[in-house]
């Protein structure tokens, strides 16, 4: 399917409904607001305020869910008041969509709204992001999935259209690894940090990783930092935050994110980067299992293994393997902390 295509699947499945959307007005929420607002019945925009997000993130919603002229609604959650999330296990991204997932569906079945989505994309089903598991937890629709818009199909969509949106919508606390504890301090420091980088390159995506001693800075523009008297001056003020330590990694961030499968003479293979419940997924698809070992379900030319590998044989194309694939992802349900 091209892009045009893609589209159309996701106005057809918002046609008529009375939408509800988890916003935060980044690339995938944005979409999602964009073509629900021509042709939902009523749209209702809900972010979740946390205390957690980058500077100007509340302003920067309200400012998106005006311009589309759907009715926002903000609801207040401090984080720092939840000892569990606080902790920073393993689980922190389960715990903490778990927490937001709740009040967005709480406030859109009190206003009447039945039809509850996320931007989670298909692309996110190939990364480390166990919060999709809250999304079926909840029943949460994803349009963007169901087309299967990868992420850079998004933002190319975004683009052409001339539709904004931000850049920096990540919780702060994912700077932190788990294991370590989230404080207020740190956030703050994080914060601080990442706007000053922000503010004095021209980098669009600044993360600023705190290691204890260390920060590991990573942006989407290296050549914006890597001048020997610019990094200086990023790493003096750093330093005046509180790290020792100022490393820069040369891996830019790129979040046009889409899906490449190793494909071979009929064949394809791509490896996850988490194991699979596969008592879970075989819920998904009791009736399409041909074989199942303790480590692996096999289906019609396509095997699922417990480790995170997925394989397929018999495709006539590239294109044929890599849509299988993409239908293997939906339904697939993954391993947390593991």
Do not use: W
């Amino acid at each position: 399917m091209n892009l045009e295509e893609k589209i159309n699947i996701v106005e057809n499945i918002l046609e008529d409904e009375k939408v509800a959307i988890g916003f935060s007005g980044g690339a995938d929420s944005t979409l999602i607001a964009y073509l629900a607002s021509k042709v939902a019945k009523d749209t209702l925009a809900i972010t979740i305020d946390n205390h957690l997000f980058p500077t100007g993130f509340v302003e920067n919603v309200k400012n998106a869910a005006e311009s589309f002229g759907i009715t926002h609604e903000i609801i207040d959650i401090n984080f720092y008041e939840d000892e569990y999330f606080l902790s920073n296990d393993s689980k922190r991204c389960f715990t903490c969509r778990s927490l937001m997932y709740g009040e967005i569906k709480r406030l859109a079945s009190e206003k009447g709204f039945d039809f509850i989505c996320d931007g989670n994309n298909i692309s996110d089903l190939v990364n480390d992001r166990p919060g999709i598991l809250v999304t079926y937890e909840k029943e949460f629709k994803t349009p963007l999935i169901e087309a299967k818009l990868t992420s850079r199909e998004i933002h190319e969509y975004l683009l052409e259209n001339d539709i904004p949106y931000s850049r920096s919508t990540t919780c702060l606390a994912t700077r932190i690894p788990t294991g370590t504890r989230t404080t207020s301090e740190k956030i703050n420091r994080i914060s601080h940090c990442e706007d000053y980088i922000l503010s004095n390159t021209g980098c669009e995506i600044v993360k600023v990783r705190d290691r204890g001693e260390t920060a590991m800075i990573e942006v989407d523009n290296i050549f914006e930092i890597q001048n020997e008297d610019k990094f200086k001056q990023i790493t003096d003020e750093l330093t005046l935050q509180g790290f020792e330590n100022v490393e820069l990694n040369l891996t830019e961030i790129d979040d046009d994110e889409e899906i490449v499968i190793d494909y071979d003479d009929g064949s394809f293979s791509y490896e996850l980067p988490f194991t699979i419940n596969l008592e879970n997924t075989k819920e998904q698809i009791k009736d399409k299992i041909i074989n199942e070992s303790e480590n692996k379900i096999e289906l019609e030319n396509i095997a699922i293994n417990q480790n995170g590998l997925i394989s397929g044989n018999d495709f006539d194309s590239y294109e044929d393997a890599l849509d299988k694939f993409m239908d293997i992802l939906k339904i697939i349900r993954r391993n947390i902390g593991e």
